[in-house]
């Protein structure tokens, strides 16, 4: 069997997907994510003008050799842009093998660890009032974990909440102004008080703390998280310097998250060998592919590191249904992040995974069980939009 043509499909059904279509000379078709938000267009680009013309004439069954081929062979490694681009035809090919030999994908990668794979939501609130009723309908909804986020008092727009543009897209750039950590850091351990309090403790809690914070700070707010059992804290400084999580270990025992930006092992390798963190959040799109994100699961295993995959809303349906084949699998999955995608957006990506009661799962279906209608998809066309920007209270850039 041979490559015989792969493309490339832009779409905005709600928000912007790009997407990679691998088609064969026997008829069995694969699609791969390789949505990088704000950034779309580079990686559309990268694998039309880079990666295309190197697929056709290649054996779809040789899912490794490609990985590396695509890898080594472009001398220029990593990065945001390559990496969801090599994603893209990883996530593809192991559809094609599924297809081919009409299994699921999780049957590939070893059949099944588990029923279901844990899930965990987001409640934003305006107020605790607020975010505690969300909570609430949240977990009568079936949902065992979730992400709670509320404005603190004093800062206007921040990430997360309603008003921080968690979700969608802004035009422009746009800018969050007044961020100030003393007043967050003072309100978040008030907010998980009254939360637990109301809800009790038979559910799951995490917070993301969007890279916002020094490590001396985390630890200030982990320490003060601890009688509140969060699941973990999630990027609670930016991990482009991996021993920063050393000192934030050293002061609490809240666990901990970090690796949505990553895009491979050795982006993590130092926090995992160390057992500086709890759970990798590394995601199938943004970390090369289910053949990448294996690796990063397998090396992290021994160390008591599980996974904790990325699953915004600007990761698309194709990249879900990745992380669950790789979720279902895998022996040290922890959780999987799930956003809920604007309505359109399934209509163009229709899928065999679904949720029931707390967990996600696959589906049975050949291969990856998702796929685009590509003439739905042309009704949305792509709409240029950024991320936010974040400023301190006196205009300094801040990290969003
Ligand atoms: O900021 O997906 O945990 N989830 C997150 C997300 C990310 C966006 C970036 O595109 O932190 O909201
Ligand atoms: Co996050």
Redesign the pocket.
Known sequence: MKISNARVIVTSPGRNFVTLKIETDAGVHGIGDATL??RELAVASYLTEHVVPLLEGRDPADIEDTWQYLYKGAYWRRGPVTMAAIAAVDMALWDIKGKVLDTPVYNLLGGRSRRGVLCYVHASGRSIADTIEQVRRLREEGYRAI?VQCVAPGIDNM??TPRGM??QQPDLPFVEEGWATEKYLRFVPELFAAVRDAVGFDVHLLH?A?HRLTPIEAGWLGKRLEDYQLFWL??AVPAELQESFRLIRQHTTTPLAVG??FNSLYDCHQLIREQLIDYI?ASVVHAGGITQLRKVAHFAEPYHVKTGC??????SPVTMAAALHFGLATHNVGIQ?Y?HHAEETPEVFPHAWSFSDGYLHPGEAPGLGVDIDEKLAARYPYDRAY?PVSRKVDGTASS?
């Open positions: 938000n704000g992400r990430y997360g968690d979700g993301d969007h999630e990027d949505e930006v959040r990325h699953g915004a809303a600007d990761l992040e956003a991320l969003w």
